[in-house]
């Protein structure tokens, strides 16, 4: 049987001891063996994760037993990575722009190369830092991108916007726990559909991904992200569609809008906004070298 996390090797390693009366240190490095026998690419990290959340208070001393209960959720949790389950997803939160959000089934995992986005927004608008600026996030998610440009601009106030009730749920939870929920609002809807108002920054990372391409993700995203976040149409293109023809009256003079896309989309996307007047002011490389987020204005 092949392993979700593409193995060939046989995962189980049978303990001569009761789980519980390993040290937290046996218990770890069994782990990590385990995963690593199932062919995870991060098995040390992953171990080192799932064993500090189940015990009380994260880190301990690591020549500690860890206990029958923490053995017993370490194993479940252990199962689940197992299965292909993400550690992030296991373990409900994942950390993005140094904040933490909590995650659901509703809401995409924030990746760390979304940051590039974050990144590109406050360049553009670095002159304009003290301004009550207003913000638009659309496929908010988890809140991860207003919630972190919120994080640093500090007069700006914003609204996010998804299609899943449940992720604006998430998403205005994010934003309280991360200080910034007297400035950010959340609100189900489709795109732009009924909304007023104008704004000076408008970022997305919407789904991007040619429907065709789905059954053949990795199976931590396939599986776990949800297929609303993901699925981008027949070419990956349909939001890009909308956003190039519905934006223009949503964004305010010298105002900015700012797209993740997904790999070898900037051509087609950066030609989709063109078509319908937007200015092209190039594309912000992710960390793997992809250009990652492309900026626009009017
Ligand atoms: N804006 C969120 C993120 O970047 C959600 C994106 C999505 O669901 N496609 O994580």
Redesign the pocket.
């Known amino acids: 049987m092949t392993s979700p996390l593409q193995s060939g090797g046989d995962a189980a390693t049978p303990s001569p001891r009761a789980a519980g009366a390993l040290t937290i240190r046996e218990a770890r490095r069994q782990l990590a063996e385990r995963l690593r026998a199932a062919g995870c690419d991060t098995p040390v990290l992953d171990a080192r994760l799932l064993v500090e959340a189940v015990i009380e208070g994260g880190r301990t001393e690591d020549d500690a037993l860890i206990g029958d209960q923490a053995a017993a959720d370490l194993d479940s949790f252990a199962a689940r990575r197992l299965a292909g389950e993400p550690v992030w997803r296991i373990l409900g939160e994942r950390e993005f722009w140094g904040l933490t959000f909590k995650l659901s089934p509703a ?5 760390p190369d ?1 940051e590039t986005l974050v990144e590109a927004a406050l360049d553009s608008l670095r002159e304009r830092r003290g301004e009550a600026l207003s913000i638009l ?1 659309l ?7 207003l919630i972190a440009i919120l994080s640093e601009l500090r007069q700006a106030k914003g609204l996010g916007i ?1 299609l899943s009730g449940e ?1 604006c749920e998430v998403a205005a939870a994010n934003a309280l726990a991360n200080g910034v929920g007297d400035r950010a609002a959340f609100r189900e809807g489709d795109w732009v559909k009924g909304l007023d108002g104008r704004f000076d920054l408008i970022v ?4 991007y991904i040619p429907g065709a391409e789905i059954p053949g993700l990795d199976v931590g995203v396939r599986d776990y992200d ?1 297929l ?3 699925d981008g149409g027949v070419d990956g293109l349909d939001p890009y569609r909308r956003f190039a023809r519905d934006l223009p009256q949503f964004l305010a003079p010298g105002g900015i809008v700012v797209f ?1 896309i997904g790999a070898g989309q900037e051509p087609d996307v950066s030609a989709l906004m063109r078509s319908e007047g937007f200015h092209y002011h190039g594309a912000r490389k992710d960390l793997g070298g992809h250009e990652r987020a492309l900026i626009f204005s009017r």
């Open positions: 809401t995409l995992e924030p990746r979304t996030d496929g908010t998610g988890t809140g991860c991108l998804d992720a997305s990372n919407p789904p949800p609303l976040a993901l993740e």
